[in-house]
């Protein structure tokens, strides 16, 4: 009997020890727990790549205009006239005349030049430039144009060429001006001259508003 409760006792050691390769520790209930397994750690995308922004449409820009000298009468377009260059030229915009206060619209660039004559009498000449056509300025001119008396000045009827120029005079007790205006494109020319009588000044504005037309074509 005794021997028997011996190999029972040793069966059960034998037992209990081949159970688990787990090392004997139930202090903390850590013998049937499952090994933790360490946390995969998760993939990590790459930042969406932005498309670079479009550049701003550069906004269109009015042409500059041009050195209306280059349409301007010359020394040698009024050579045979024998007149002299007085002073500098005058970048300004002219917005009316002053024979008779009509008006020349809203020019983007103005030029002005001024020759003498050995007599004393004057050419002066005005060339301007605008953001449209210029012959509504000229037609504007000549529907503006008031007939009779402008302060001291006697404003004669004026005249419309086939070429569309317009002309006129205007006379007083002390100075006569006879002035053309022509244009050409989006550029006018105006040309008047004072003398000491109406018939010098018209003389003298027939020969020279042609050289100043052939001016203002010429660089175009």
């Excluded at 001006?177 to 109406?198: H, M, W």
């Amino acid at each position: 009997m005794r021997r028997a409760r011996v190999l029972a006792t040793a069966g059960a050691a034998l037992l209990l020890a081949s159970c688990s390769n787990r090392p004997n520790d139930l202090r903390d209930n850590r013998y049937y727990k499952d090994v933790d397994t360490p946390a995969t750690s998760a993939s990590v995308e790459p930042p969406a790549v932005r498309p670079a922004p479009m550049p701003a449409a550069k906004l269109s820009e009015p042409p500059k205009p041009r050195d209306l000298a280059e349409f301007a009468l010359t020394a040698a377009d009024l050579a045979t006239e024998g007149v002299q260059r007085t002073g500098t030229a005058d970048t300004s915009t002219l917005a009316r005349l002053p024979d008779c206060d009509v008006s020349l619209g809203s020019a983007r660039a103005g030029y002005q030049t001024t020759w003498t004559y050995p007599t004393g009498a004057t050419v002066r000449q005005y060339v301007a430039e605008f953001d449209g056509p210029a012959d509504r300025v000229v037609a504007a001119v000549y529907d503006g144009l008031k007939c009779g008396k402008y302060k001291e000045m006697t404003v004669r009827k004026p005249v419309m060429a086939a070429d569309g120029q317009v002309s006129w005079c205007a006379t007083s007790t002390k100075q006569d001006i006879c002035t053309a205006v022509k244009a050409d494109g989006q550029r006018l020319s105006v040309v008047s001259v004072t003398a000491a009588t109406e018939i010098k000044a018209q003389q003298a504005v027939t020969r020279i508003a042609p050289l100043a037309a052939t001016a203002l074509e010429r660089n175009s």
